[in-house]
């Protein structure tokens, strides 16, 4: 394996096609010639028209849904550049699915996170790119260099230039214990407080909210957390700060928008006034709501995919 490639080349499969040409764009450099539809029986098909031999290649594929069907198409096409020589292969997972399956909670459970790395290292990625990954352990599930770049570094100056007049009346909630690492890490960014909400989890996608720690009364809240999947976590965190806590108003931030099932149903319901995420994930037009807000993350990984290029480190970008 060459340390590094000899040039740069962009290529996409089907998740997010939008932010690797937003990516390949700002890099001043073509998106890659590149083909990824499937046979008549539902295999995947990979058709790589141009060589990469010799070049640094770095194949933008978030893991969202269709979950299995885009792991699939990312694990192939590194395949594909491995057996053509690629000089090194990058794989940019703007958002990783399987994140949630990262320890055995219970007797028999996978390590599902675990799985997939395994997968995309044993397919050929020489080094994983990614934003939030919902475990920092799952770094460890890889032999190979994970970069795990920070949503905070894009929600956080939103928020702080947003409520710039009345930060002294903001506070950064966060909606369970598990969330108050990335909670607090944005308001220390934002310059407000914060408080946390204490959860009893009874069954999967079903939260019971138990306690708030903090004085959110006739303030306005910011629940923070790293992705949005049935939004039953941050409707009932709204709902708590507002009618036990005497919260004023209700923002969330979050890194990836996953929204399955009734998300967005529950979320035009909600007390939620704005929801502000990162566009990881292509959202669908039935999907889209007034409420939401996504913001780009192209800058931030060009940004990143350039230093990984020149051999610089990732670490400025978390600033």
């Keep these: 394996m060459n ?8 290529f996409t499969a089907n998740s997010n096609p939008r932010l690797a040409r937003e990516m390949a764009g700002a890099l001043g450099i073509p998106l890659g010639d590149s083909d990824v539809t499937t046979f008549c029986d539902g295999e995947i098909a990979v058709n790589i028209n141009e060589s990469v031999r010799g070049f ?9 849904q269709p979950v299995n069907d885009n792991i699939m198409e990312l694990l192939i096409m590194i395949d594909a550049f491995k057996r053509a020589s690629a000089g090194r292969i990058t794989a940019v997972v703007p958002y990783f699915g399987y994140s949630r399956q990262d320890r055995k909670s219970k007797a028999r459970d996978p390590i599902s996170a675990r799985l997939v790395a395994d997968l995309i290292t ?9 934003m939030d990954l919902h475990s920092p352990q799952i770094q460890g599930f890889f032999g190979i260099p994970v970069d795990d770049l920070q949503g905070m570094s894009i929600l956080a100056p939103y928020f702080k230039d947003r409520f710039k007049e ?7 909630v966060s909606p369970d214990l598990g969330s108050v690492t990335r909670a607090r890490n944005f308001s220390h960014r934002v310059g407000v407080g914060l408080a946390i909400i204490d959860k009893r989890r009874q069954r999967a996608n079903v939260s019971e909210i138990m306690n708030i720690i903090g004085d959110v009364k006739d303030k306005t809240v ?8 049935t939004a039953g976590t941050l409707c009932n965190a709204a709902a ?3 009618e036990q806590g005497g919260a004023k108003e209700v923002y969330a ?4 928008g996953v929204l399955s099932g009734n998300a967005i149903e529950r979320i035009e319901k909600s007390y939620i006034k704005e929801i502000v995420m990162l566009d990881t994930i292509i959202i669908p037009p039935e999907k889209k709501a007034d409420k939401l807000l996504f913001l780009p993350v192209s800058g931030v990984f060009a940004q990143a995919v350039e230093r990984i290029y020149m051999d610089k ?7």
Excluded: C, E
């Excluded at 640094?56 to 969202?64: A, H, I, L, N, R």
């Excluded at 044993?122 to 990614?130: E, F, M, N, W, Y």
């Design 3 to 10: 340390t590094h490639g000899r040039d740069m080349k962009i």
């Design 56 to 64: 640094d290649v770095f194949v933008v594929q978030s893991t969202s």
């Design 122 to 130: 044993v397919a050929g990625a020489d080094r994983i790119l990614t």
């Design 166 to 172: 009345s930060l002294d009346y903001t506070i950064a």
């Design 222 to 229: 910011i629940i923070v957390d790293d992705m949005i999947d």
């Design 240 to 242: 708590a700060v507002i």
């Design 253 to 256: 931030a979050a890194t990836h």
């Design 313 to 319: 480190p990732i670490s400025p970008l978390f600033n």
